[in-house]
Every structure is written in C-alpha cells, then in structure tokens.
C-alpha cells in the first residue's frame, strides 16, 4: 500500500512539473498594439520568475511584410526589455516567440497581435461612434415605455415583437455571460482560437442585461395596463417553445455526456443563433399589425428612430474598420453579423415610412371596424381620446 501511495505521489508531482514547464513565465505588453502605418513602436517582455542566466527569446512576425521585429531579445533576471516593431504596410500580423529555457516554459500561447492603421484619428472616431450606437441603442428601449406610461395603454404594440424579443436578449444574455465571466468556458474558447480574442466585453454583457431588463419591465406593462384583445399568436408560442426545447434537449446532452458531444463552448453558441434567428422574424408582426391598422397608433417612433441611429452607427463603425485596417473580410467575410444589421435598418425604414408617410397622423376609427373584421384583426380601433373600440372577430 505504501508502495502504491509513493507512486501516485511520483506521478502526481511529474505532472506538476509537466504543467510548469508547459506554463509561461514571460509577461508580454501589451498584448495588442496599433501602429500608424510607416511609425514604429515598441513592446516590453519581462520574465515573471529571477533568470539562473540570461535568456534568448526568439522573435517572428507571421507577415513580415506588414510589420517587422528585431530577431531576439535577451532577458536578465526580471528586468524589463524592450522590443522594436517596424510597420511598412496597413494589416495585421501576430508576433510569436520560443525559447529553449526551461525557466520560461512555452511560448505557444504567448504572443503580441500588430494592427497596422491609416490613420490614430479614424482609430479615436471608431470608439467615439461604438459609443454613441450603444448609448442609442440602450436609450431606445424607454421611448416606448413612456409612451405606454403616458397612454395608460399597449393598444398598438405587438405582443409577438415582445416575446421575441425578451427569448432573443436572455439567449444572448446567456451566451455573453458564459463567454465573459465562466472561465471553463473561456478556456476551451482559447484552445479553439489560440490566437482569437474573446468577442464578448463588459459592455455587451451589460446591454444584455439591461435589454432583459426593461424588456420585463415593457411586458409588466401590458399586464397592467389596457391592451384589448392582444395576445401572443399561436406561431409565435409554437416558434418559441420549439427554440426553447432545443436550448433544454441540448443542456441535457451536454451535461450528461460529460462534454463528449457537445461541449459547453459549442452550447452557449447555440443560444447566439437563436438570438441570429429571433432577429431575423422580430420585426415582422409589428409590421403586419402596422399595415393591418393603417396606423402605428400605440408603437413607439422614438424607439425605432433611436434603432435606427444605433444600426446605422453601428454599420459605419465596421466600414471604419475595415478601411482603417484594410479588413474588408471582416464585412463581408462575416455576412451574418453584417446581414442582421442592415436587415434590422431595412425595417426600421419601413416603420419610419409607415408613421411618417403612409399613415400619417392616421387613427383607428370606429367606422372601419368592418374592414378590420374582414382581414381577420382581433386588433383594438380608438377612436382619438373618446375610447378604445375593437374588432370582434370569433
């Protein structure tokens, strides 16, 4: 028995020197950099341990022909070296090292992401422009909200669009928050892209959770206040269970196959697809209700104009971007996350057309409730500030 206990202990501390030596000790910053092209620039490297003896770390750029780097670098104990990077032409390229000293360990996770720019003004206009689209994005929730305040009333605001919307941000919820703060996760996300950057930041997690948020808060409204005979459709529930039974049928899967068939990363990316597919039906049903009503009596103009600036934002950011960086792939190459977005602007200009010219100022009257029953609306008609009339439709 005793003999058994020293064996595990022997394997037991090889693997900790496996992992130690596998482990990197050299401390890298930064870790991305932006150069304007034709400047150069520098980074430092710094070991994270006291040396035995000075420590060669080679040096490569994946594409010399953007940005080039000194050979090597020579490393004293923990004193902080620092490293020349020349930039020729606008791109990207990674700077990778190795070293033969076991007190550094490997350098196979370890390197420094170049981006070569045109210009550092484009570079502060792009995060200017990404705030200003989630600030617009995040305000253009509450328009609607006071609306609803103010009316008393939901009557004109689709309860499909809700519930697809509430389903699409806890999906993205759930895959942002997995993505930001579940370290296994992360780690099987870094092992998948060893050299990728984890998509989601701080602030997406919080948009997120706002959205969530004042999506309830919308939907408590339409509890309490007046809303005719609007309900949830039929297709809309069917479309909503089958999305959540597949979040469920998967969850089940991957917990109880230990991972073997579906691994957490892969999980938390289903619920983005649906978030992908939820975008892409949203806006029909208030649309429809829209042309049903000839009216967008009841449907928030604010929210939609404030959509629009942060789609519209939000697409001028990527072309900066791609010109600043000479990236058109990362437009194109990517037609999803681009394709949502200008389908998104596609039916905001469709609502702005809808209350601003097609009908304008135009109210449900109690005289067209005839036609209403005749295209099926169980819609309610006002009548200006004298009452809500509906159609009965059985």
Not at 78 to 90: M, P, R
Request: with cysteine.
């Amino acid at each position: 028995m005793a003999k058994v206990f020293q064996i595990i202990f022997i394997l037991s501390t090889l693997v900790k020197l496996i992992n130690a030596k596998r482990a990197s000790n050299l401390t890298v910053r930064p870790t991305e950099l932006a150069i304007v092209v034709g400047n150069n620039d520098s980074f430092s490297l710094q070991s994270k341990v006291p040396l035995s003896e000075p420590v060669t770390i080679n040096l490569y750029s994946t594409h010399p022909g953007i940005a080039t780097v000194e050979d090597e670098a020579l490393l004293n104990d923990t004193t902080k070296v620092f490293v020349e990077i020349q930039s020729f032409e606008v791109g990207r390229t990674d700077i990778v090292m190795n070293t033969s000293s076991w007190e550094i360990g490997s350098l196979d996770s370890t390197f420094l992401r170049v981006s070569v720019i045109h210009s550092d003004v484009l570079s502060v206009l792009i995060i200017v422009v990404g705030w200003i689209y989630f600030v617009a994005w995040s305000v253009s929730f509450y328009p609607q909200v006071i609306l609803n305040f103010q009316r008393k009333s939901v009557v004109g605001l689709n309860f499909d669009f809700l519930a697809y919307n509430l389903t699409g941000f806890i999906a993205y919820g759930i895959f942002n928050i997995g993505m930001f703060w579940i370290p296994h996760i992360q780690d099987q996300y870094e092992e998948k892209h060893p050299r990728g950057v984890n998509p989601v930041l701080i602030n997406d997690v919080c948009f997120t959770l706002h959205a969530v948020f004042i999506t309830a808060v919308t939907i408590i409204q339409c509890i309490i206040y007046e809303r005719g005979k609007q309900k949830v459709s039929t297709v809309c529930k069917g479309l909503l269970i089958v999305a959540w039974l597949f979040a469920l049928i998967t969850l089940l899967i991957t917990a109880f196959s230990h991972e073997r068939l579906i691994t957490w990363l892969d999980y938390v990316y289903y619920f983005s697809y649906i978030k992908l597919g939820v975008t892409l039906i949203k806006y029909v049903p208030q649309a429809l209700m829209n042309y049903k009503r000839k009216s967008t009596d009841g449907w928030s103009i604010g929210n939609v104009l404030l959509d629009f600036t942060g789609g519209s934002l939000s697409l001028v950011q990527m072309f900066l971007l791609a010109y600043n960086n000479d990236d058109w792939n990362s437009i194109f190459g990517d037609p999803t996350k681009f394709g949502l977005g200008f389908f998104s602007i596609l039916f905001d200009v469709l609502f702005i057309l809808q209350h601003y010219v097609w009908y304008r100022g135009n109210t449900p009257k109690l005289e067209n409730k005839e036609r209403y029953s005749e295209i099926g609306s169980d819609e309610p008609l006002l009548n200006g500030s004298s009452g809500a009339y509906y159609a009965s439709v059985e």
